[in-house]
């Protein structure tokens, strides 16, 4: 029979001839180790460069076209299946900096007119021009505010009349003129005729 410790120390005896072995056991086993780190860096490596592709952004007075297409570079040009087209559409044109047409509507002019209150009807055809405003006087009087509605004046006096309506733009230093005459007749101002009652006195017979 075999004695144990015998069988223990002849290992030991022998373990430096066999400590080549036990590196190359070693070795062996550190490879899957080696392997699992490299392919966890290259796979974070891939997510960091994921998230960072850059988006294409759009400048003033672009248009930006993004085309999805297949993975697969043989494939044909894009379709409804395939990918999609996305155009985003220019800015608007800018508005011309000059006055468009405008005119005065009513009053016509040479008529007469006697409502009250007056309406001044003033007609801007904007169209591609930039927004204005206007301001007004009658018989060169003083100037009104700006504004860009119509006109309404209240008790105007009776008489002939001359309105000098001022029309300037609100994004250029450029402005122009329209006048119109007519005559005003303001009936509230009108007397109104009161009657006058006169009494005949009797003639007196002569007495007998």
């Known amino acids: 029979m075999v004695n144990p410790l015998t069988t223990i120390r002849n290992w030991f005896k022998d373990l430096p001839k066999k400590k080549k072995y036990i590196e190359v056991i070693t070795a062996s086993l550190s490879i899957p180790v080696l392997l699992s780190v490299v392919l966890v860096n290259y796979l974070s490596i891939q997510d960091k460069r994921s998230d960072t592709t850059p988006t294409p952004t759009q400048t003033a007075g672009q248009t930006v076209i993004t ?21 985003t559409p220019t800015n608007t044109k800018e508005c011309t900096r000059e006055i468009g047409p405008i005119a005065i509507l009513s009053p016509q002019e040479g008529s007469i007119v006697n409502s009250n209150p007056l309406t ?6 904007q169209g591609e021009y930039c927004s204005v405003v206007w301001r007004y006087r ?10 860009d509605d119509d006109i309404v004046i209240y ?4 008489g002939q009349k001359s309105i000098e309506l001022e029309v300037k733009s609100i994004v250029a230093n450029v402005s122009k003129t329209v006048t119109r005459t007519f005559s005003y007749t303001n009936i509230q101002e009108v007397p109104t005729a009161t009657p006058t009652i006169r009494t005949e006195q009797a003639t007196p017979t002569p007495s007998s």
Not at 120 to 125: H, S
Not at 155 to 158: D, F, G, K, T
């Open 67 to 87: 085309v999805v297409r297949d993975p697969d570079p043989t494939s044909p040009s894009p379709t409804a299946s395939q990918g999609q087209i996305t155009q």
């Open 155 to 158: 008790n105007l006096p009776s």
């Open 120 to 125: 001044i009807d003033v007609d801007y055809n």
């Open 138 to 147: 009658i018989n060169g009087a003083s100037w009104s505010d700006f504004g």
